[in-house]
């Protein structure tokens, strides 16, 4: 079945720096999502690509869907401590969609 | 708050005892989905439901779980004869038929502890 891979598992960056988290699917995705759960809470959606080489930002965040739909990443720009939590993507199959394992971010102040 | 709500929050109970769980959606979220997440790892599809109709189940639901969403709003997950395999967080999530795949609003979980 589609596999649904992420790296790193854990990331600890000093206040400021840069972070990027990688998804890796085994099939090509019609569509990803990417979603934050912090600590003690439950998923927040956060985006949805569909195309390819799609690029999508929200303030600090940038996401991108790979030109071959099979990977897609997540970069944070100067990172700060509201940022900390696990960022998991989830790909599409059939109608529902299969989460990776997460990236579990820790900021540093 | 209108977001998914679910009850109970934290649940704790003796192996073999069975347990229910309920979910109440965004009103008018016509797709509700179950999923089940442990520690250090993704939510776990477990089934999902259009309206009242339960349109797929993971391979993973043994015959132990049950799920229901009778009249097309909330939902209920009843696991019977619980083992301490079944620990984890059970997660409810909802989503509109607005497009194919529109994003899924989760609720907060339940919290099963088997011992």
């Known amino acids: 079945g589609q596999q649904v891979m992420q790296i790193p598992q854990y990331q600890h960056v000093q206040e400021g720096e840069d972070f990027t988290t990688y998804c890796n699917s085994s099939?090509?995705?019609?569509?990803i999502q990417w979603y934050k759960q912090r600590p003690g809470g439950h998923p927040v959606f956060l985006i949805q690509?569909?195309?390819?080489?799609e690029v999508k930002k929200q303030k600090r965040l940038t996401f991108q869907f790979g030109e071959a739909k099979k990977n897609s990443s997540l970069h944070i720009t100067a990172t700060q401590t509201t940022d900390v939590g696990t960022y998991f993507c989830?790909?599409?199959?059939?109608?529902?969609?299969?989460f990776g394992p997460g990236t579990r971010l820790s900021v540093l102040p | 708050d209108t977001g998914v709500s679910q009850n109970p929050r934290h649940k704790i109970t003796k192996r073999g005892q069975n347990v229910t769980f309920r979910c109440d959606p965004i009103?008018?979220?016509?797709?509700l989905y179950w999923y089940r997440q442990t520690l250090g790892q993704g939510p776990e599809f477990l089934t999902y439901?259009?309206?009242?109709?339960?349109?797929?189940k993971s391979r993973l639901l043994s015959d132990r779980f049950s799920a229901e969403r009778p009249k097309g709003s909330f939902s209920t997950l009843e696991i019977q004869r619980t083992e301490q395999g079944d620990s984890a967080m059970y997660l409810c999530?909802?989503?509109?038929?607005?497009?194919?795949?529109?994003?899924?609003?989760f609720g907060q979980g339940t919290r099963l502890t088997v011992v």
């Open positions: 999530a909802s989503s509109s038929r607005t497009g194919v795949n529109s994003e899924a609003f």
């Open positions: 009103s008018e979220h016509n797709r």
């Open positions: 989830a790909g599409l199959r059939g109608q529902n969609f299969v």
């Open positions: 690509l569909v195309k390819s080489g």
């Open positions: 099939t090509t995705l019609s569509n």
């Open positions: 439901f259009q309206n009242e109709a339960q349109l797929e």
